[in-house]
């Protein structure tokens, strides 16, 4: 089993910034890709980023390119993503997940979540 916690959410003004960080522990190294994905309610959970941990290899959706920026410290077992220009559109609860293999998007492909964290822009 591999546990993943959140942490680095909060409020912030249009325009600022927050990082996130996600803290994995258990049997990482069944794990090789890490994502944030976020979630709106009623809304379908959305693919953000991802990383591989070895590589470091990574991968965007089109709307946060540019502005957010995902990246890994593989000595703390931990994955971040630095948000920037962040837009009231970004207001989501924000989740780690981890999976075995190559990165993907699709939310059913990964077997590890962990709790999510609210992040909240102000206009």
């Known amino acids: 089993q591999v546990q993943l916690v959140e942490s680095g959410g909060g409020l912030v003004q249009a325009g600022g910034s927050l990082r996130l960080s996600c803290a994995a522990s258990?049997?990482?190294?069944?794990?090789?890709?890490m994502a944030w994905f976020r979630q709106a309610p009623g809304k379908d959970r959305e693919f953000v980023a991802a990383?591989?941990?070895?590589?470091?290899?990574?991968y965007y959706t089109d709307s946060v390119k540019g502005r957010f920026t995902i990246s890994r410290d593989n000595a703390k077992s931990t994955v971040y993503l630095q948000m920037n220009s962040l837009k009231p559109e970004d207001t989501d609860v924000y989740y780690c997940?981890?999976?075995?293999?190559?990165?993907?998007?699709?939310?059913?492909?990964?077997?590890?979540w962990g709790q999510g964290t609210q992040v909240t822009v102000s206009s």
């Open positions: 258990g049997r990482t190294s069944s794990t090789s890709a």
């Open positions: 990383i591989i941990w070895s590589g470091g290899q990574t």
């Open positions: 997940a981890a999976k075995r293999g190559i990165i993907d998007s699709g939310p059913g492909e990964y077997d590890y």
